[in-house]
């Protein structure tokens, strides 16, 4: 009967296509109809209305669904005339005024006091309903941009009124994209809501090896299942399974499919929910359990006893079932059950998932997903790793002006935190100054650096200079700058989170698939670590620079007597690894907040990565980087719903590393190791 | 001889100590002035939020006093920092009790500080407006509940979800404490209840200032591969929802596709944003500053004038301008600031809201009030989309089998947690 | 074992060391002066929540005790202490949540028609002190919650623990000095984090709270339960002083500091320096957890943040400001730093007018305090103590 109904909607859309008549009184007749539904609008009721617009169809009814949907429409308080107004600015009293014109009319109405209109909202639902009606006007545009939007919305869910228009605008599409995604779009709604199971079948191995979310949101539902119960094994329909409470599992597809679902050793079906089941199929009576059975206990309590039970003896479990055994025998009660009597009721019935679709069809849908769920586990893994790298590459960017200023120097700076949240500052006080975001991020960069150098060469000046012989107290010391630092900060920018909002080109992402996906901005953080181990080994290893500093570090005062001066090089060391400090605070604030509590968020990680890898080697700093990196990442993924956990269990076992392998990943040798 | 000068100093500075807390002009003026307690953190994490509604209080006093006061005589806050530190909220709230001897406390923001507060204010029967949406779960015979319930935001937010988007499937993300898990929970129950199969809700906390989203996000995307329109439901608190709505951006998802919907996300949130990328996701709330009435614009406008042009308002702060001026009106009844009185005569007590419609004071120490859900703009405000009569606050929610035989009811059975079904009391002191 | 038996024979040593009896004089008459004014039982001059403050000042001064003894006299900078003070707060609370919530779902069962069995009563109260952070059952560790001497014993046995098989592990493999004490941050972010979520089984973020209801005492008012725990505390701040006055002056004491100036050199005399600083390191963490257990009831709740990373770095600022390897000294810098940052942060201080703007303590407090320990450690590195120290030697000449 709905069919039927959508093939005439259909044949009359078409023929309103055909033969464009413009009749303005009778659109406007159907507008003021349905008034009130429109101008208060839900879901659930805004559907009969659609489907007379669109079975009206034309350019009016298609302006009409536009305008709607981006809540351009109001309402003229007085006259209740439907009109398109846009905001035109305030008036001497601050009053804010609409600029409107007549819908039907088109006619320019002039400027009203906002108050005077008021705005037809349609939530998203209802507009998200609009935008389905809407397709099949826009998919026919001559504009590209407007065709691909309603592919977008097509996408999003078929409608069975979409594949007429659908198949219509293939044959005329010139371009390559869009009449690709077209046909596609076609394929999944056959398969939706087709009739033919031939050409279903046909259509789902077409999707054979797609493993994009558009084709796994249409085939998943063929797949639908639902549990059934009988005394036998039935003969007849497509069986998915059969179920064993207590015993079998959901089968592994699902877990393929989608991770959340997963049950891991848990049985599908426990016997208490086997057993519930049976009870709300109402194939046996509600029994009695030992809410009811306190139930009924209270119901016979008479003057302190139930029969030869006193109440106040009741306090166990064991009582009260002696006590409701024995009313139950008396007055003819139904009996409790326990969990023998459960089990062998339940063993009388048969438990089975029945497929709401035939076996052809669900046949081919498996086949096809299963070859799909092993390409998407391929890349779910391969995306586990990516983001465990750029998990990696964000630690090692916080680490890595530690691996010069502790690594090398073996200075404890606890302050370290706070350059990385100075840098960020930095891009977000330069973003005030500079709207432009690209051109304030690549200011922001040196700024950040010369800031935070500065601050560290002051730092070593005043501070740590006078310590280097007391590397316990330089840590409290710095540790006195990093809360200094960090109230200032919250001084000056409160404690609200700032943005850093990063360039239109950093944003987005990288999307190989609908499964292997990783944001701009983490590329640019992966690749900015690359550029920093590239610099620090260059300048550590084939500079002057280097070379004086790691012989600082060594041997002080051997190197002070070959000419080096051990003040300039330990101050410009200090505040070289500040200054990076800086720059990775500017990318980290990118990715995440700028607040006062930045730094102290990847302090302590940083100083695990840094001890992890090995103290004195920036290539310890990459290997204990990319191993926390990875662990956390590793962890997260057996444990999916505690993230906690993950970092718990993550420096318990740094914790232990440590102890087996105190020198760290990368251990020094000889000489160089000793402290 | 060591010992003598270091412990004559400590002696010497603990009374110095002890003169500062306990000096004279700090007691002797209670007979002159009516004096109310501002207990919200003006330094460590909750500064932010908790200082706005300081600022709103005291705005709200010097109105009053402008307006000639209260009983006669003038209003004075006092105001304490109890530091975003959740024992010290405890010992602020005695020493205003004790020390300052004010007659009504406004405060607390974070559910873990009323907790903390809890004990005291019932041991020395304090009277505290809390004015922030909680997870309900909890009746203090001294408490007045003036944000929201979940009945008041997590419930119409669900329903909206799953009348007018059609949400199939479900992500329940939220910050790990207590609120996001009692509100989470509820909402558990309650979609089971509406049919939605349970492999259909998927729930992730994270720490509080979560940064690290991409995976939880892909994770979120991916659900939509079982074909079922997905919805975010997001009780993520703070600073994380910063990284969270970068990653949703990041990752192109728009509101379109899968909406998120936040109960902790408000004007004053979305100030640290740039929202051109998160148009279309939702919020709910009792409030929002884009609500278009003359009682909202006045209020508004005192608020800037105040303190500053770029300055927004929120719900929590139209929970203290309504539990404020339904004080002074029971104050006013009652002809005492007496907690006792004060209390009866907050039954019943009405005010109009500052979004239409009037917001009544239950027996169960709960508003009725409106729910909104507003759209997020490109201008880091919300657009209302829909606005619900006055629903009445619920302590213990009907959607968990436990807490469904509950009420609350102060005025006439004297009870914050009676069993409808063994009609009797449970406890008179509340769990904390 | 019996060397150190007789070691810290209290009278002995209290013959040998007469100041010691200075010191627990002015306790004592401190203790006894609050008390006289307090508002529980004395003039009411001291109101409850400043007698709670001080109370909780003296537990904070223990565990500066533990923090001067491993870190001044012995060497080890640990930055977890607080970590163990902590747990020492979570052992007693659960005690006095499990309790108390026990006695309330009692009272309301008195009205239930059926007598409630053990398993009921464990569920309602699972349902009270779990429901709040969106649990019910009652986890495995709260087992013996029920049992006070059990908890009591756990105060120092799960703390010491912890201490001891962190301790075993990282003394082991000689991991010292700046490592070590990024290794004892780690830990005590590991356990915060651990706590922090809802699942751990001690209610999360919420922590254990209305700690000061102590179970039974319903009608004993706080002002009279803030006074006994105030006594108690002084009473700890006593013992404890007095036995790590006797440690620091035993044999054992000589090689701890022994340790600390120069390691090799001692284990070249043959001690075996890992158990020497096992055992302060174990010894410490239990008087942590006792100052813990004895802070928390008096604080009301107890939550994951307390053992933030930062709370055990400024325990040992404390010490630092008040001067390390004198006992006096961690007592000093405890009271004196920690008072003076409530004081400041509390907004009780006035503002200070300057030319330019006026400087609010509520904001400035910290930055000052942090650049007083720079201050401290470049310049006064015996801290305050340093400088009581010069005066006396200028009295003497």
Known sequence: MIRIFQILLIISLSERLLTPVWADTEFEDLLIRNAPLIQKSSSKTIDPVLNEIQAYGGEDAARFLELWKNKKLFVLEETRELVVASPAGKDQDGKKLLAISGFISRNDLGIVRAKAAKQIKPNSGVRAKIASALAPFQIKSDDPNIRSTALDTIYRRIHPLHLEPLRQAMALENNAVLKERMEKAYVLGIITHGNDISKIVDSIYSLAGDLSLETRAILNPLMKSEIEISKTIPTTGNIARIIAPDISVRPSEARRVNPFTMTGGEAELSLDAAYQLLIDRELIPIPVNNEKRDQVLVAHINSGYIGNFEVSSLDTDAARNQAYDYLAQVNNLPRRIDEEHKKRTISEYVFFAKYDRPQAITDAAHEVLIGIQNKVRFFTLLDLVLDGLSLASIYFLAAIGLAITFGVMRVINMAHGEFIMMGAYTGYVIQLIIPSYTLSIIVALPAAFILTFVAGVLMERLVIRHLYKRPLETLLATFGISIALQQIAKNIFGTQARPLTSPEWLDGAMVINDVLAISNIRIAIFLLSLVFLAVLLYVMTRTRFGLETRAVTQNPKMASSMGINTDKINMLTFGFGSGIAGIAGVAIGLFSKVTSELGSDYIVQSFMTVVVGGVGNIWGTLAGAAMIGSLQKGIEWFNPSNTLAAQTYMIIFIILFIQFRPKGIVALKGRAADD | ?432 | MTKLIKHTIIVQHLLRHPSILIFLGLLSLFTITIVLLSEGVGVDLVPTSFIKTLGKTLCLCMVAIAMDLVWGFCGILSLGHFAFFALGGYMIGMWLMFARTKIIVLQAAQNAPLPMSLDEVNDAVGTQIFGVVGGADIPVIWTFADIFWVQIGFVFLIPGLLAFIFGWFAFRSRVNGVYLSILTQAMTLALSLYLFQNDSGLRGNNGLSGLQNIPGLDDTPQAIISIWFFIASAVTLGLVYIVAHSIVHSKLGNILTGIRDNEDRVRFLGYNVESYKLFIFVLTACIAALAGALYYPQAGIINPAELAPVASIYLAVWVAIGGRGRLYGAIVGAAFVSLLSSYFTGGHAPDLALGLGTLRWTEWWLVLLGLSFVVVTLYAPKGMSGIVDRFVIKGNK
């Open chain 2, 1 to 432: 001889m060591l010992y003598p000068v270091s412990v004559h100093r400590i002696f010497a500075i603990m009374v110095v100590f002890i003169g500062t807390y306990c000096s004279p002009d700090v007691r002797a003026t209670a007979s002159e002035t009516i004096k109310i307690g501002v207990l919200h953190s003006l330094s460590g994490t909750m500064a932010i939020s908790e200082t706005t509604l300081k600022d709103t209080i005291l705005m709200l006093v010097d109105e009053l006093n402008d307006e000639g006061g209260l009983l006669g005589k003038n209003v004075e806050a006092v105001v304490v920092d109890p530091a975003s530190d959740w024992p010290l909220f405890a010992e602020k709230a005695r020493e205003l009790l004790t020390v300052h001897n004010v007659d009504v406390i406004f405060g607390n923001w974070t559910s873990v500080s009323r907790k903390s507060v809890l004990p005291v204010i019932e041991e020395l029967n304090g009277l505290l407006f809390y004015p922030v949406q909680y997870e309900g779960e909890e009746s203090s015979r001294n408490v007045f509940y003036t944000g929201a319930a979940p009945n008041q935001q997590a419930i119409p937010a669900t329903n909206y979800y799953l009348d007018e988007l059609g949400v199939e499937k479900f992500a329940l993300l939220g910050t790990d404490y207590v609120y996001p898990r009692t509100t989470n929970k509820i909402l558990e129950q309650y979609l089971k209840d509406k049919g939605i199969p349970g492999s259909d809700i998927f729930v992730n906390y994270t720490p509080f200032g979560h940064s690290d989203w991409s995976k939880i996000v892909a994770d979120v995307v991916a659900l939509g591969a079982q074909g079922k329109k997905v919805g975010v439901i997001s009780t993520i608190n703070g600073d994380a929802n910063v990284g969270f709505y970068k990653e949703l951006a990041a990752a192109g998802v728009s509101a379109d596709d899968i909406p998120v919907i936040a109960f902790s996300v408000g004007e004053e949130e979305l100030s640290g944003l740039d929202t051109t990328n998160l148009v279309g996701h939702l919020a709910a709330w009792n409030y929002f500053q884009s609500a278009d009435t003359d009682a909202n614009t006045t209020f508004i406008a005192a608020w800037k004038n105040r303190m500053g042009g770029n300055r927004v308002t929120n719900d929590p702060m139209e929970a203290h301008y309504i539990g404020f001026n339904m004080w002074v009106q029971a104050v006013t009844d009652a002809g005492t600031t007496d907690v006792d009185e004060v209390r009866d005569a907050m039954y019943g007590q009405t005010f109009p809201n500052l979004t239409g419609g009037t917001a009544q004071m239950l027996s169960n120490h709960h508003l009725s009030k409106p729910v909104l859900i507003g759209e997020i703009q490109d201008d880091g405000q919300f657009d209302i989309i829909s606005q619900t009569e006055e629903v009445p606050g619920d302590a213990w929610t009907n959607y968990l089998p436990e807490s469904s035989v509950l009420i609350s009811d102060w005025k006439t059975l004297g009870c914050g947690m009676y069993n409808t079904e063994t009609k009797s009391c449970v406890q008179i002191k509340s769990i904390y």
